[in-house]
Every structure is written in C-alpha cells, then in structure tokens.
C-alpha cells in the first residue's frame, strides 16, 4: 500500500474551505493509502503566535480531524514538533539547498517585496526545506496539495534526487495529488480570494468550529449578482459559483446535477438550501469534537503515533547522517 503525507499549520481556525478542499479528501483516502497526517505546529512559528493561542489551535485542530472522520485504524495523526527528527533532516536538506532556489520559493518571494523585509525571519526563508523533510522522512509516495501548494513537492522532489545523486539512493521521489474537485472554495464576502483561516476578516469564512447560526447568516448573507438565475459561470457569476460548489460537494453530487436542482429557484431558495447542508455539517462535526475532547481520546492517539512515527524517522535520520558521514 502506497503511503500518503499531509499536514496543516495552526495558524489559524479550520475552515469550511479546509473541510471541502483538504479534509474529505483525506477521510475518503485513509483506506486507499497508509496516511500519515500531522499538525505542523513547528511551521507556524516562522511569524509570531500566542504561545497560549498556539497550543490551543494545535489541540482543536487534532480533535477536529478526528471528528471529522480520520480514523485511527487507517491514519497516524500526530504533531510535527513531537517528533525532533524533522528538525534533524531538515538541516542536512538545509545543507544541500541552494539559495536561489529557496529564494525563488512562493511565500518567501511575495513577503521579501514588502516594505518590511529586514524583519522577515530566517525560518521563512528556510521552512520549505522542513516541509521537505516532512515527507522525506516517512518516505511519503503521495502528498495531497492545493495549486499553490505544488512548488513545495517539488522542492522536496529535488532535493530527494539531488541527495540520491550525491550520496546513495535514499529517499523515495514522492508525487504531488491535486484534488479534482472541490479542492478550492471562496471567500463569501469576496469571491475571488480563497477562503482564508487566517483573513482578517470573518464574514466571508466559516469556521468548523463557529456557531451554526452565525455560519446560516453568512451564507444567506452572501455575495451573489443582480441576475436571480442560478448556474454556474465562476467569471461573470463567482459568488453563485462558489456556492453551487459548496452545495455540490457537501451532498456529493456533480455541479451539474446541482445545476439542475435549483435551475427554477430564487436566490433565497437556493441559499437556504446551501445553509442547511452546511449547518448540518457543522453541528455534525461539532458534536463529534466535543466528544473527542471530553473521552481523552486524542492523546491516547497521539502518544501511540508518536512512537510509530518517531521510530521511522529515526532510522531514516540515522541514514542520512551515515551517508553524509557525520557522528561516530
């Protein structure tokens, strides 16, 4: 069984983008792949967060993916800054990267243009090469990521055949997975930005973990046009668009059949109808989060993987240092 990678950085609150883009993805895959999934808490740390806000999110977002379906049986879910072996790979990565290509790196390249590089940290600079490490270590065959996303498999793609190359075959060339459907949902408000769980403001994007009637409101409260048809044209029509994808891939039907339901429906009808289904996605998952984190359940999963994950990677840390020849 091939294995597949993924993590997510507490940044910020998980979003109904998150759920429909990343999320499902993953609990309809945990049975085709040994999935490895986990919190990359030491990620967030290239830009300042409340220690106190931190520790809260790292623990919300383990309790949310379990609530959400991820499966003990099938996933090993588990946080990034519990295993110290991603630290000592990534250095070695760190060693065999060059500093043009990590300067040509996406988040580093947009943030270096501002007015306030000087205060641009190192380990923006750097982080990449610790998401490389993340999947490098676990010999990762898949790694489920959005567009944007892309440019970091590819790094890691790099550098495990530069290493390879160099030293000894190594580390396994893993593959990028763009997920075709649903993989990019919108901000309400402003829908031609995606829906952020870091924007700064809050009614275009839902929260897993929000009231669900603040969530009904935003919906109703949406971005639409002046039109009253619904149908699917993401250029002259974003916000009906963005809808009609959220409604589709929440009842798992084609945007065409979604089409069709609402083609004699207002505005309102259809919106009410959005609403309902993302409430009940909500309540659904929020009543499965407040158990998980009143049964103790996540950190009996958590201290299990960290054994499972700590003696992968140590065996793969202790190659690279033999092959790079450092140590006794």
């Known amino acids: 069984m091939k294995r597949l990678l993924s993590g997510v950085k507490p940044t910020g609150e998980l979003t109904l983008g998150n759920y429909i883009g990343a999320l499902r993805q993953f609990v309809e895959m945990q049975k085709e792949y040994e999935t490895f999934v986990f919190v990359a808490d030491l990620h967030a740390l290239t830009v300042y967060n409340d220690p106190t806000e931190l520790k809260r999110r790292i623990k919300d977002i383990v309790a949310v993916y379990l609530a959400c379906g991820l499966d003990p049986k099938y996933t090993t879910l588990f946080i990034q800054s519990e295993n110290m072996y991603h630290t000592n790979l990534a250095w070695i990565l760190e060693c065999n990267s060059y500093m043009g ?39 990762a065959d898949v790694v489920p990521v959005g567009v944007d996303q892309k440019q970091h498999v590819e790094l890691a793609r790099n550098l495990a055949e530069r290493f390879n190359n160099k030293y000894g075959e190594t580390f396994k060339v893993p593959e990028p997975i763009i997920p075709s459907s649903g993989a990019k949902i ?59 994808a959220i409604y589709s891939s929440l009842k798992g039907i084609s945007i065409e059949e979604a089409e069709n339901k609402f083609k004699e429906s207002n ?62």
Do not use: H, W
């Open 267 to 328: 505005y309102g009808e259809f919106k009410r109808c959005v609403a309902d289904e993302v409430v009940k996605l909500l309540t659904d998952i929020q009543n499965k989060y407040n158990e998980v984190l009143e049964s103790g359940f996540a950190d009996k999963i958590l201290d299990d993987s960290n054994a499972k994950v700590r003696a992968i990677a140590q065996k793969k840390v202790e190659e690279a240092f033999s092959k790079v020849g450092v140590g006794r």
């Open 186 to 244: 919108y901000d309400l408000q402003n829908p031609e930005k995606k829906m952020s769980k870091t924007e700064n403001s809050s009614k275009g994007c839902i929260m897993l973990l929000e009231d669900v009637e603040s969530a009904r409101k935003k919906i109703m409260s949406a971005v639409t046009d002046s039109e009253s048809k619904v149908y699917y044209d993401k250029e002259n029509k974003p916000g009906i668009s963005n809808l009609l």
């Open 101 to 139: 290509e990590m300067s040509r790196m996406t988040q580093f390249k947009d943030k270096s243009k501002g007015k306030n590089n000087e205060a641009i940290s190192c380990g923006l600079f750097t982080y990449p090469d610790l998401m490389a490490a993340d999947i490098l270590i676990y010999d």
